[in-house]
């Protein structure tokens, strides 16, 4: 399990020449600057306040259902890979699928390629994001390849064959990958959530509001079960 945040305590700071960086208290996080993007420069007076409201929730499910999850997940964090190959899509099929779970999927960011995966599943909207999730997570070795070699620019290129598989173009591809502002919102709409649900590790899930860390099928399903009465 992925750990983070020892208190809670995560920044965005403005750099110099404007490059955005996520600072938290351990690990130290790699820099959250977008591949080939021009850094955004920064303004008098500070950084301007972010507007999170844009940022969508990616949801699937009855929106009546009597259960909501949301899942706090790293898109390079290993068990949140074995959670999405297992748990994840057991739980879409007997709860989701049947209108007893309301299924929310929320980013973690503990690292700029993290943050580039996450630029690539928003870019096709609520209709493609959670396809190209299960991409991300079934390459995520692949993708994070190039960067354990000092690559960063292969890492992108990686993240780009997804987004080309999953029916996008260069040019959306391009957009998504250098959107500055985005990038900024993102970032602080994930710290609003990890500190509201008190999100220390990944993957977290939050079930009718009461947090759980990562569990196999048998033991979700049990509490899910429960508060459904059955």
């Known amino acids: 399990m992925n750990k983070f945040l020892t208190s809670g305590a995560v920044a965005l700071t403005l750099v110099a020449g404007g490059a955005l960086y996520m600072t938290q208290t351990a690990p130290t996080s790699g820099g959250m600057a977008l591949p080939g993007?021009?850094?955004?420069?920064?303004?008098?007076?500070?950084a301007a306040e972010v507007d999170t409201s844009t940022i969508e929730d990616m949801t699937i499910g009855?929106?009546?259902a009597p259960i909501e999850v949301i899942e706090y997940a790293s898109y390079t964090c290993p068990h949140c890979a074995s959670a999405h190959a297992n748990l994840i899509p057991q739980i879409k099929e007997n709860y989701v699928d049947t209108g007893k779970v309301k299924f929310t999927y929320r980013e973690v960011y503990f690292d700029k390629y993290g943050m580039w995966a996450s630029m690539i599943a928003r870019c096709g909207g609520s209709e493609k994001f959670f396809g190209i999730t299960?991409?991300?997570?079934?390459a995520q070795d692949d993708f994070l390849a190039p960067a354990r070699d000092?690559?960063?620019?292969?890492t992108a290129d990686e993240l780009?064959?997804?987004?080309?598989?999953?029916g996008l173009d260069s040019d959306q591809l391009d957009a998504c990958l250098t959107d500055q502002n985005k990038l900024r919102t993102l970032l602080?709409?994930?710290q609003e959530?990890?500190?509201?649900d008190d999100i220390t590790s990944t993957p977290s899930f939050m079930i009718d509001g009461q947090k759980y860390s990562n569990m196999n099928y048998a033991d979700f399903a049990e509490i899910l079960d429960e508060k459904l009465g059955e």
């Open 37 to 46: 993007a021009a850094m955004a420069q920064s303004q008098e007076g500070g």
């Open 62 to 64: 009855a929106e009546d």
């Open 134 to 138: 299960d991409m991300i997570y079934k």
């Open 150 to 154: 000092g690559d960063e620019a292969g």
């Open 160 to 166: 780009r064959k997804i987004g080309r598989l999953a």
């Open 188 to 190: 602080t709409w994930y």
């Open 193 to 196: 959530n990890a500190t509201r």
